[in-house]
Nanobody, 124 residues
Framework: QVQLVESGGGLAQAGGSLRLSCAAS????????MGWFRQAPGNEREFVAAISYHGDTTRYEDSVKGRFTISRDNAKNTVYLQMNSLKPEDTGAYLC?????????????????WGQGTQVTVSP
């Protein structure tokens, strides 16, 4: 099982950009579908993006399509989330997660391993 550590969060102004990284331990990273979720205080965990085992397929939540890009580098055991044109409503804790199957990639309950999260705050 992999262990995940996120980084790259911080404070950004509306319209700005941030790039999140999620580093995974272990030598089986390419066997996992990777997802990014976010959670604002008082809200449920929300699906943001997912990427298949070798990066050939990606999916996004509607509100981030065209602004966010998920990618992965299996040689570096890392998944990224490039966030452009940030909005205040993008504020929250961003968590990466790993699962073994692609089915129901948007369902948080199916992810086996989670990172601790990195905070993103977008000011107006």
């Amino acid at each position: 099982q992999v262990q995940l550590v996120e980084s790259g969060g911080g404070l950004a102004q509306a319209g700005g950009s941030l790039r999140l990284s999620c580093a995974a331990s272990g030598r089986t990273f390419s066997r996992y579908v990777m997802g990014w979720f976010r959670q604002a205080p008082g809200n449920e965990r929300e699906f943001v993006a997912a990427i298949s085992y070798h990066g050939d397929t990606t999916r996004y939540e509607d509100s981030v399509k065209g602004r966010f890009t998920i990618s992965r580098d299996n040689a570096k055991n890392t998944v990224y989330l490039q966030m452009n044109s940030l909005k205040p409503e993008d504020t929250g804790a961003y968590l990466c997660a790993a699962r073994s199957d692609w089915y129901a990639y948007g369902d948080a309950s199916g992810y086996e391993t989670w990172g601790q999260g990195t905070q993103v705050t977008v000011s107006p």
